[in-house]
Every structure is written in structure tokens, then in C-alpha cells.
């Protein structure tokens, strides 16, 4: 069950990585069901900030054949060990973005970077020194540099 807040902060939150993975993968379907002709499908670019993020990089290792690049702001960064990295490369990953405005977010990142390399994945980091929490101002600058990079010779996408 998903936790659906009303009122000018709402927000929604998943209690765990399969509840954002069922409603992902079933938005997905009607999408690619509803526009077949018009897609190139299994080139798509999940992005997600903070729990976004965090889940959707437990979940994606198993979506690489869709998701074969990700964009993850303010989230995500320690959730890829060389298993994973692994997984996610074996399974047709390419690229992992992380966006950052905190410090430890860019510290995770950097980590996971390396991580990522040694499963022969690009990825790369982008921080906003100070800019904090959020997916706005700074963050947003290094959002829109990294989708470029993450997007750079992706079949169906142009920059």
C-alpha cells in the first residue's frame, strides 16, 4: 500500500523497493500498451530523487533490459554494491547519473562510481556543494549536465 498524503506538501511514499516496482513496471505497461507504435521501447531513462532514488536503485538491476540508464538525485548512492553494479551491467545496463547537493549524497556517489566502473558501467557524479536536499536550483543545473551526458548517443533520445 502506498501512503498518499493530501494537502499542499504531499507527497508519496512506498514502503519498500517492490511497491515502487510493481507500480513502475504497471505504469510502464499501460504506456507502452497505449503507445506501441510510437516508442522504441526497453530505451527508457528512470530518474527518481531521494526515495525515488534510493528504491529505485534496489530495484532496477533486475530492469536493465528497460532502464538501461538511470538517473538518481539526492538518493541511490549506497545501494550498489559489485553485485549489483554487476547485475545491472549483465542485465544490459549502460550508465548510472548521480546528482547530488549534500555531501554525503557526493561522498556515496563517488563511491559508487568506482563501484560501478568495475562492472565496466559509466557513471558519473555531479555535486552542488551546499545546495542541500532538494532537486531544485544548483541541483537542478547538474540534473539538466547529467541527463545530457546520460542521454549522449541513446537510441530514440536527443539532446
Given at each position: 500500500?502506498?501512503?498518499?498524503?493530501?494537502?499542499?506538501?504531499?507527497?508519496?511514499?512506498?514502503?519498500?523497493?517492490?511497491?515502487?516496482?510493481?507500480?513502475?513496471?504497471?505504469?510502464?505497461?499501460?504506456?507502452?500498451?497505449?503507445?506501441?507504435e510510437h516508442i522504441l521501447?526497453?530505451?527508457?531513462?528512470?530518474?527518481?530523487?531521494?526515495?525515488?532514488?534510493?528504491?529505485?536503485?534496489?530495484?532496477?538491476?533486475?530492469?536493465?533490459?528497460?532502464?538501461?540508464?538511470?538517473?538518481?538525485?539526492?538518493?541511490?548512492?549506497?545501494?550498489?554494491?559489485?553485485?549489483?553494479?554487476?547485475?545491472?551491467?549483465?542485465?544490459?545496463?549502460?550508465?548510472?547519473?548521480?546528482?547530488?547537493?549534500?555531501?554525503?549524497?557526493?561522498?556515496?556517489?563517488?563511491?559508487?562510481?568506482?563501484?560501478?566502473?568495475?562492472?565496466?558501467?559509466?557513471a558519473l557524479s555531479k555535486?552542488?556543494?551546499?545546495?542541500?536536499?532538494?532537486?531544485?536550483?544548483?541541483?537542478?543545473?547538474?540534473?539538466?549536465?547529467?541527463?545530457?551526458?546520460?542521454?549522449?548517443?541513446?537510441?530514440?533520445?536527443?539532446?
Amino acid at each position: 500500500m502506498i501512503n498518499r498524503q493530501i494537502g499542499p506538501d504531499a507527497g508519496f511514499y512506498y514502503p519498500d523497493h517492490f511497491a515502487l516496482e510493481k507500480e513502475v513496471l504497471a505504469t510502464l505497461a499501460s504506456f507502452e500498451a497505449a503507445y506501441a507504435e510510437h516508442i522504441l521501447a526497453g530505451n527508457y531513462v528512470y530518474a527518481g530523487y531521494s526515495q525515488g532514488a534510493t528504491m529505485g536503485a534496489l530495484m532496477l538491476p533486475a530492469h536493465a533490459d528497460r532502464f538501461k540508464r538511470i538517473l538518481l538525485v539526492e538518493g541511490g548512492f549506497d545501494e550498489w554494491p559489485l553485485a549489483s553494479a554487476r547485475r545491472f551491467a549483465e542485465s544490459g545496463g549502460e550508465r548510472v547519473a548521480f546528482v547530488c547537493g549534500l555531501a554525503v549524497c557526493n561522498k556515496g556517489a563517488e563511491r559508487s562510481k568506482h563501484i560501478l566502473g568495475q562492472a565496466h558501467l559509466l557513471a558519473l557524479s555531479k555535486h552542488a556543494p551546499g545546495a542541500g536536499h532538494t532537486y531544485q536550483g544548483a541541483v537542478a543545473e547538474r540534473v539538466q549536465e547529467a541527463f545530457v551526458w546520460l542521454v549522449d548517443g541513446y537510441p530514440g533520445w536527443q539532446n
